[in-house]
Structures are given as C-alpha cells and as structure tokens.
C-alpha cells in the first residue's frame, strides 16, 4: 500500500497553498485539506504527462465522462477540497472549477490515516477508488489492482473484504444524493473561505 501525503508533494502540489484543519459543522465532522492550484507546474509519473499551468500559457487536465464530457481536474484557479470524515476508511476530493463549482470526485479507499513529521495529514491507500459527477457519471477504479495485491498477499481476506465494503458505503452514502453531497462540500468550502478571510494561515509553506 502506498502513503500519499495530502499536500499531494508528489505531483508536486508543494507549490500551492495548502490548509488542513479540523471541521465540525452539522453536516461534516472530520479532517478537511484544501489547496488552491495558483498555476505552477506538476506532474503524477503513473496517471499524468507533464503539465504546464502558467499565466501565458494556461491549460488544464481532464478526464471524459460519458454524461460530463470533458471534466477538470486540474487547473489554474482550482481547488481541491479533500475530506476526510471521521470513523470512515475514504478520502473524498472535491474538485472546484474557479466558478466554485464542482468539476468531479474522487473517493481512495484508505487503510489508515497518519501524520507526517510536519504534521501534514497522511492516507494510506487502498487502491480501490471511486469517480463521480455532479452529471451523475460514476466509476470504480483499480479494482484489478487491489485484487493483485490480495491474490499476492499483501492485503489479508479482512483488509480485501473492508476495502470493498467501504466502496459501497461510499457509493451508498455520497451517490445517493449527489445534490446533498454537493451542498455538504459547499458548506465546507465555505465554512474554510471564512477561516482563511479571517486570518487562518497556510497549514504549511509552499517550498
């Protein structure tokens, strides 16, 4: 299982603003991150080519939906909003075109969540991840991959079992409604744009 920092260092997001904080509204309680995409250059060397964000030269990611066509993912002016609630094995990822609103989810089914030395919050993931769009698009990817590392011995029969019961919480929870999820992510989007106006301070410092 891979450890992937929330700061998401390795598609070098450590650029960007990033905030972590703790949420307790009615409708959410847990950890939530965001980071505004301020319009640098990153890259993932598994899913993505290099990319270029820049003033004079702006162009953005995306992935094809069957209903939503072309959705963004990635972009100058962004946001990825990404929550963690509490008592549950997944991270959800919001991601807000500059309008503020929702482009796509994506759900990783985790095993656990740490902290790194600097505090930044950690997920350890377990490969089965969930897509959806505010269109009603929904995908469930890297199933092949979570059954190699069951069939290989890397995940106990309780850890394959969990992992695919968490995806139908999430699909049960989050896709029933998506117009709820959406308001839910709103809220928080909101409740954090207050905090950063009133003086809430970057979690950590963009190198």
């Not at 069957?66 to 100058?76: F, L, M, N, Q, V």
């Not at 991601?95 to 997920?123: C, H, M, Q, R």
């Not at 069951?150 to 117009?179: F, P, W």
């Amino acid at each position: 299982m891979k450890y992937k920092r929330l700061d998401r260092d390795a598609w070098k997001f450590n650029t960007y603003p990033y905030y972590q904080m703790r949420v307790d509204i009615n409708e959410f309680h847990g950890l939530a991150c965001l980071i505004q995409l301020m319009g640098t250059g990153w890259y993932d060397t598994q899913k993505f080519k290099y990319m270029k964000i820049g003033n004079s030269n702006i162009s953005y990611q995306y992935w094809e939906f069957p209903k939503s066509g072309k959705s963004a993912i990635c972009g100058k002016g962004m946001k990825w909003l990404q929550l963690i609630p509490d008592n549950k094995k997944h991270v959800i990822t919001a991601k807000y075109l500059p309008d503020n609103s929702i482009s796509v989810w994506y759900v990783d089914i985790i095993e656990n969540i740490e902290y790194d030395t600097d505090g930044v919050a950690v997920f350890i993931d377990k490969y089965l991840d969930v897509s959806f769009t505010p269109q009603g698009d929904v995908g469930i990817a890297d199933r092949n991959e979570l059954d190699e590392a069951y069939n290989s011995g890397e995940l106990s029969k309780e850890q394959y079992k969990t992992a695919l019961k968490e995806c139908d919480l999430v699909i049960e929870e989050l896709l029933s409604d998506i117009v709820k999820t959406e308001h839910i992510c709103d809220k928080i989007l909101f409740y954090i744009n207050e905090k950063i106006m009133h003086g809430e301070k970057e979690f950590k410092r963009p190198k």
